[in-house]
């Protein structure tokens, strides 16, 4: 993966372009920068944990308890979108736990407003600004290199940019491997003698939805014996995720009437969307999925009784977990000082969402 290149990479970038904004964005009429004074030491790991309750986030950085209030801007993709608003809500606690300033800017997926909301954010001038990991995030990088003002990526590496986040190929792979057991037994039964087929839902401009899918369509390949020319990446149309990948998933099963599909996605919604496509269209027996994610759309799905004959589990990436380490990055990144890799070994099913998260409010 490029994140630790990418970060080691630009550290003396990074270096440079906080003393910039540090002569900047001084507050206080001796010029010198707000400090947060919250005791010697730094953040335990205990400490984090207790914060966050049932999420129980695991710290990827030490956040010293005295350290410069830093203002920190992230443009979301969506806060309307499940995984999105998870991340949203985990970087608002970590930074008022931390004792930064967050801004925050929604682009609610219209990605060609990214120049103007970036612009809204700089003139507050933010110590380090951070974004979804899409392509689409170029012109915030290209502006934030204009104001010398370090840009932080979740899920995605993007050169000009430092990264932290999923492990694409991991996630990708770690789906197939959920689905191998219940796949195989399909094989022996009511599958037996049927073409098992692969059907990876991604998305227009998103490098990491694509590499999830392609290391899921390898991991079959070599798991199952799966021929290239049966996988399938599906690229649904429009914003909506769920609605967007019913339809195309539908047309899908349509054009292969005969076989079964194993599908694999970048995301929980368009997993959801071909759950609805295959009940409406009586295939629910001809599927078997593995959600990525584990936002509140998988969360549900799994609580589905509809769905316990095709939805094996969410590859849970805890969300609200990745904000607030996302905010610990932040910190560690202005700081010139590493944070640890995030990690994603967690799979959700039916019998084990309730524990792990026993405050969402269809679980009740």
Same mark, same amino acid.
């Not at 792979?173 to 009511?190: D, F, N, W, Y």
């Not at 295959?278 to 959600?291: H, M, P, Y």
């Given at each position: 993966?490029?994140?630790?290149?990418?970060?080691?990479?630009?550290?003396?970038?990074?270096?440079?372009?906080?003393?910039?904004?540090?002569?900047?964005?001084?507050?206080?009429?001796?010029?010198?920068?707000?400090?947060?004074?919250?005791?010697?030491?730094?953040?335990?790991?205990?400490?984090?944990?207790?914060?966050?309750?049932?999420?129980?986030?695991?710290?990827?950085?030490?956040?010293?308890?005295?350290?410069?209030?830093?203002?920190?801007?992230?443009?979301?993709?969506?806060?309307?979108?499940?995984?999105?608003?998870?991340?949203?809500?985990?970087?608002?606690?970590?930074?008022?736990?931390?004792?930064?300033?967050?801004?925050?800017?929604?682009?609610?997926?219209?990605?060609?407003?990214?120049?103007?909301?970036?612009?809204?954010? *700089?003139?507050?001038?933010?110590? !380090?600004?951070?974004? &979804?990991? @899409?392509?689409? /995030?170029? $012109?915030?990088?290209? +502006?934030?290199?204009?104001?010398?003002?370090?840009?932080?990526?979740?899920?995605?590496?993007?050169?000009?940019?430092?990264?932290?986040?999923?492990?694409?190929?991991?996630?990708?792979?770690?789906?197939?491997?959920?689905?191998?057991?219940?796949?195989?037994?399909?094989?022996?039964? *009511?599958?037996?003698?049927?073409? !098992?087929?692969?059907? &990876?839902? @991604?998305?227009? /401009?998103? $490098?990491?939805?694509? +590499?999830?899918?392609?290391?899921?369509?390898?991991?079959?390949?070599?798991?199952?014996?799966?021929?290239?020319?049966?996988?399938?990446?599906?690229?649904?149309?429009?914003?909506?995720?769920?609605?967007?990948?019913?339809?195309?998933?539908?047309?899908?099963?349509?054009?292969?009437?005969?076989?079964?599909?194993?599908?694999?996605?970048?995301?929980?919604?368009?997993?959801?969307?071909?759950?609805?496509?295959?009940?409406?269209?009586?295939?629910?027996?001809?599927?078997?999925?593995?959600?990525?994610?584990?936002?509140?759309?998988?969360?549900?799905?799994?609580?589905?009784?509809?769905?316990?004959?095709?939805?094996?589990?969410?590859?849970?990436?805890?969300?609200?977990?990745?904000?607030?380490?996302?905010?610990?990055?932040?910190?560690?990144?202005?700081?010139?000082?590493?944070?640890?890799?995030?990690?994603?070994?967690?799979?959700?099913?039916?019998?084990?969402?309730?524990?792990?998260?026993?405050?969402?409010?269809?679980?009740?």
């Amino acid at each position: 993966m490029p994140e630790i290149a990418s970060r080691r990479r630009l550290r003396g970038l990074i270096v440079v372009a906080s003393a910039a904004l540090a002569l900047t964005a001084c507050s206080g009429e001796n010029g010198s920068r707000d400090m947060v004074k919250g005791g010697s030491g730094s953040y335990a790991a205990a400490e984090v944990a207790k914060a966050t309750g049932a999420h129980k986030v695991r710290s990827l950085y030490a956040v010293p308890k005295t350290h410069e209030k830093y203002r920190l801007a992230f443009i979301n993709p969506s806060t309307s979108f499940p995984f999105f608003a998870s991340w949203s809500q985990g970087m608002k606690a970590a930074a008022k736990f931390y004792g930064v300033d967050l801004m925050e800017a929604d682009l609610a997926f219209k990605y060609d407003q990214a120049q103007s909301k970036y612009d809204d954010l *700089a003139v507050r001038q933010p110590d !380090l600004v951070g974004g &979804g990991g @899409s392509s689409l /995030n170029a $012109p915030t990088i290209a +502006a934030a290199k204009r104001d010398e003002t370090p840009v932080l990526l979740i899920d995605g590496a993007m050169e000009g940019a430092e990264d932290f986040g999923i492990n694409d190929r991991q996630v990708g792979e770690l789906a197939v491997e959920q689905l191998t057991g219940p796949v195989e037994e399909k094989q022996k039964s *009511a599958w037996k003698g049927r073409k !098992l087929i692969v059907a &990876g839902i @991604s998305a227009g /401009n998103c $490098p990491p939805c694509d +590499a999830r899918v392609n290391a899921a369509f390898a991991k079959a390949q070599e798991e199952w014996g799966v021929s290239k020319s049966d996988t399938f990446r599906l690229v649904p149309p429009g914003t909506d995720p769920t609605a967007a990948a019913q339809d195309t998933f539908t047309d899908f099963l349509t054009a292969h009437p005969d076989d079964v599909v194993a599908v694999v996605s970048y995301g929980d919604e368009p997993v959801v969307g071909a759950l609805n496509a295959a009940k409406s269209g009586r295939r629910d027996q001809d599927i078997l999925a593995v959600a990525n994610g584990g936002d509140t759309a998988a969360r549900h799905a799994l609580r589905d009784r509809a769905n316990q004959d095709m939805l094996i589990g969410a590859i849970d990436y805890q969300p609200y977990a990745e904000g607030w380490n996302w905010v610990e990055a932040a910190i560690a990144t202005l700081r010139d000082e590493e944070f640890a890799e995030y990690q994603v070994n967690r799979v959700l099913t039916a019998d084990n969402v309730d524990k792990y998260y026993p405050d969402d409010a269809s679980a009740k």
